[in-house]
């Protein structure tokens, strides 16, 4: 089992920064993703970024330029730095974790709330 504790999340005025943290615990499996997802109200929940064990990151083109994703592994943690926010970045993001052993095994965190006003 993985346990996955999201910060950081808050209200903010457009154009401002936050930065999210994702704390991993538990048992770790050494070919690996970690991953921000959001949802918005009444839409699907998206992906924003991932990073893997060989540090290679993906972007929702929606926020490419604007949002970066790291991860360090002596604290088994990952992070979100948003800049630039947007009103339609309002959402709940979720952190994933998805470790590789014979299958995928997928965890997800309870999530945090971010907030851009206008």
């Known amino acids: 089992q993985v346990q996955l504790v999201e910060s950081g999340g808050g209200l903010v005025q457009a154009g401002g920064s936050l930065r999210l943290s994702c704390a991993a615990s538990g048992r770790f499996f050494a070919i690996n993703a970690m991953g921000w997802y959001r949802q918005a109200p009444g839409k699907q929940r998206e992906l924003v970024a991932t990073?893997?064990?060989?540090?290679?990151?993906n972007y929702a083109d929606s926020v490419k330029g604007r949002f970066t994703i790291s991860r360090d592994n002596a604290k088994n943690t990952v992070y979100l730095q948003m800049n630039s926010l947007k009103p339609e970045d309002t959402a709940v993001y979720y952190c994933?974790?998805?470790?590789?052993?014979?299958?995928?095994?997928?965890?997800w965190g309870q999530g945090t709330q971010v907030t851009v006003s206008s």
């Open positions: 994933r974790y998805q470790g590789l052993v014979l299958q995928v095994y997928d965890y």
């Open positions: 990073i893997t064990s060989g540090d290679s990151t």
